[in-house]
């Protein structure tokens, strides 16, 4: 302060030169300001100017809308969250809503909850929109934030929680009510199940479009004829939907009835098309016909692989090349509706108070099975109301007010439905209909109904799937069966199974089942690997593959005489590779063909009798000794037996057989009993026939239905044409000839033995027989007297010179000469 008054006090001392210049320098002063003045305004004038031609030449609506899009991109939509929180904050400064600040503090966290609740479900919304440059596609309505705010599951799981959040700050009396009622409301659709069916139903889903196999090409057998081949068909069915009975099958006894009457009456199934006759042989579809015409001899293999098996050996034999089989065929299209039929079986389950719901169709070449899941069985009571007071409610008519109420709530037992089977064929108007209760693995009972037409399934069309490339290649006696009741590939693998047993009433499919064994084998195998020993009392069905290089025995077996010699060969043969197999130290044939002191491979065997039913005629003792022999102990030497009968009785299927017998194959059969025979269950009885089966693999506690795999004559002569071919006459083999001979040798020498007395009581016996027969046969005599065919023949002779009996006629037996008895037993 004191400063300042000092300088103000020194300001008006002026130099004396100063104040004697003063007009010149007054004259200077206005020029420089005047210059001063002049500049500015150029200044001005340049600035302003300056100014005019940038905003002449700027683009204000350009910038304004780069703006506007850089904020879009980065909140976009989310401006209007920002503009809500701004009326809010308004209203909130207005109302004075700050004095309560506990009231305030809730409601602003609230309002911010919801706000980025709202800002994320913004962002989560990538619209197919654009404003200028911006696209929300890419975006979001929510903008970059938006997007951020939902961004990853954890962003998911806060934005859910935000809603919570809000909801609970900014709404707390209904959130506690809905947070009292929604677990009310979970375990009433926990108890009606509806989770485990919304799963259920999902997992069908999902099962049905990844499981459901490609649809491949087949051949339907139709009306007497083959149906000419159709484009492939609609889809089978819609994806996975639940039949539900249309009546209330838990409802009291009173409802269902007329419902179930009246619910019939709406239900549009189809009646099924009349059976159809069976097919010709020479009626066989455009593939096979053509065969019939007269195919190209042999096709060329143009593949160079087959299954990932080399065509073409070390050895230098070829195998067949998959063309030389029919290809198969597209199926004809289905009259059938298999929503109707799903429909039907849950109304027609339901009419007899069987709550139960089709959950899965699968539709196979011969059946569809319809996968039923048993539902509840629900009691009622009837519960009069009452008042406060406790008094009975009544109602206007007079009567006491009842309430129903739940008593208990059981499961459907299993055989509630299977009891109804008949009733299903009747209402279904199924010729015959199966019920596997339960389905092996699953949850589910299964309904097999037939097809109104089955189609065909090829060898080739099972051969070339992925599951049997892969046992084929693992084993050279894999099998392709046929496919099951879904459609999907049966294959099997005959050396683990070891031996099978194939039984079935005439024309049920068991020749054209034997044949596609063998041929899957030929197909796959050389002579080196596999040797067949084929026994044909039927002369009809193998006699064809004689001359095939893989014969063991350079004939078909068809003379029952030989019989007991061929298995008294094959078990010499089995013998004779224990002894190998001891002098190597190994246990199988595995372990022996893969031992480095081998020289040459042994061979799998493969014994195959058509009909056991006549070597048990012929001598039921010896064969059923040496066919159980074989099974319990052939097994580890690589001989495996296949035994076909079609008398599934118990004096041809012995207990002893079956026993040594695990793995069976059932074709149609005409009783339960025979059923019983073969399976130890029934069921066989219910098959279709026609290549329709059913397989019990070793282990397998139930059969498998099975439509066994096709393969026709011509298929069958090509394959055989193809292995006599002369190209392969000089790798054929040595056959076992020698050791059938040395067999029927020392069956012949062990005759030579035989001493047969005329005073032997077996003779006096057989004398007695005579008596009472006007024929008499070895086997009526080894039935009776329990001998040997050997001594019964002895006998017989002794008879015939003696002069009781005739020689010996067709069939073996003789006529009784000596008198004439009462019946005709020989
Ligand atoms: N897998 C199949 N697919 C379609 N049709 C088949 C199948 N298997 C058999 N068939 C039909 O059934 C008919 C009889 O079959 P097959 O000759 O195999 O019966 P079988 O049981 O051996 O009779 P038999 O004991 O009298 O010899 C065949 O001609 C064929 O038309």
Known sequence: MAARTTKSRARPVRSPSRRSGRGAARTRTGSIALI???????????????????????????????????????????????????????????RGWYLDRRLFARRTAG????????????????????????????????????????????????????????????????????????????????????????????????????????????????????????????????????????????????????????????????????????????????????????????????????????????????????????PPQPSASRRHDNAARA????????????????????????????????????????????????????????RPKTERVEVSRTRVRVNKITALQNDLALALAAPSLRIEAPVPGRAIVGIEVPNDSATVVTLRSVMETKEFAELARKSKLAIALGKGVAGAPVVADLATMPHLLIAGATGSGKSVCMNAIIACIMMNATPDDVRFVMVDPKRVELVGYSGIPHMAFSEVIVDMDKVVGVLQAVVGEMEARYKKFAELGVRNIEGYNKHPRTLKKLPYWVVIIDELADLMMAAPFEVEKLICRLAQLARATGIHLIV??????????????????????????????????????????????????????????????????????AEVERLVTFWKDDRFRSLAPETADALLEEALAAQNGGEANIEVEEDDPLVIQARALAEKHQRISPALLQRRLRVGYLKAAKILELLEAEGVVGPREEGDSRRVLARAGTDDDG
């Not at 293999?301 to 034999?317: A, C, I, K």
């Not at 329709?692 to 070793?698: E, G, I, T, V």
């Open 343 to 398: 429909q039907l079986i849950v109304d027609t389950l339901a009419s007899f108070g069987v709550d139960a719901t089709v959950v899965e169709i699968n539709e196979g070449p011969t059946v569809t099975q319809f996968g039923v899941e048993p539902g509840w069985e629900v009691r009622y009571k009837e519960v009069p109301l009452r008042d406060e007071n406790g008094k009975p409610i009544v109602g206007p008519d007079g």
């Open 644 to 713: 076909a009968t079609q008398r599934p009785s118990v004096d041809v299927v012995t207990g002893l057989i079956k026993a040594n017998f695990p793995t069976r194959i059932a074709f149609a059969v005409t009783s339960q009993t025979d059923s019983r025979t073969i399976l130890d269950m029934g069921g066989a009885e219910k098959l279709l026939g026609r290549g329709d089966m059913l397989y019990l693999p070793r282990d397998a506690g139930k059969p498998i239905r099975i439509q066994g795999v096709y393969l026709s004559d």
């Open 111 to 326: 309002a911010a909850a919801l706000g980025l609740f709202v800002w994320g479900l913004l962002g989560l919304n990538e619209a197919r929109w654009a404003v200028g440059t911006v696209d929300f596609s890419e975006v979001s309505l929510g903008g970059r934030f938006g997007q951020a705010l939902v961004a990853g599951l954890l962003g998911k799981v806060a934005w859910v929680s935000l809603f919570v959040i809000a909801a609970v700050l900014l709404a707390p009396g209904p959130s506690r009510w809905v947070a009292v009622h929604v677990p009310l409301w979970l375990q009433e659709a926990w108890e009606r199940r509806l989770p485990h069916r919304a799963a259920a139903a999902v997992g069908r889903w999902i099962a049905f479009i990844f499981r459901r196999p490609e649809r491949e090409e087949e051949i339907v057998i139709g009306a007497g004829e083959f149906v000419p081949a159709q484009a492939a068909g609609p889809p089978l069915e819609a994806p996975p939907v639940v039949f539900r009975p249309r009546i209330e099958p838990g409802a009291p006894a009173s409802t269902v009835g007329t419902g179930a009457a009246a619910a019939f009456t709406t239900v549009p199934a189809e009646a099924p098309a009349p059976p159809e006759p069976e097919p010709e042989a020479e009626e066989l579809p455009s593939a096979f016909a053509q065969d019939a015409a007269g195919s190209p001899a042999e096709p060329e293999p143009e593949e160079p692989e087959q299954l990932g098996l080399p065509l073409e050996t070390r050895s230098g034999w070829h195998l067949p090349a998959m063309e030389l089989l029919n």
């Open 36 to 94: 001063r003045r002049w500049w500015k305004a150029a200044a001005g004038a340049t600035a302003t100017a300056g100014f005019a031609v940038w905003v002449a030449l700027f683009d204000g609506a350009a910038a304004l809308e780069r703006a506007r899009d850089e904020v879009l991109r980065v909140i976009g939509f989310g401006m209007l969250v920002l503009a809500g929180w701004a009326v809010y904050g308004a209203a909130a400064s207005w």
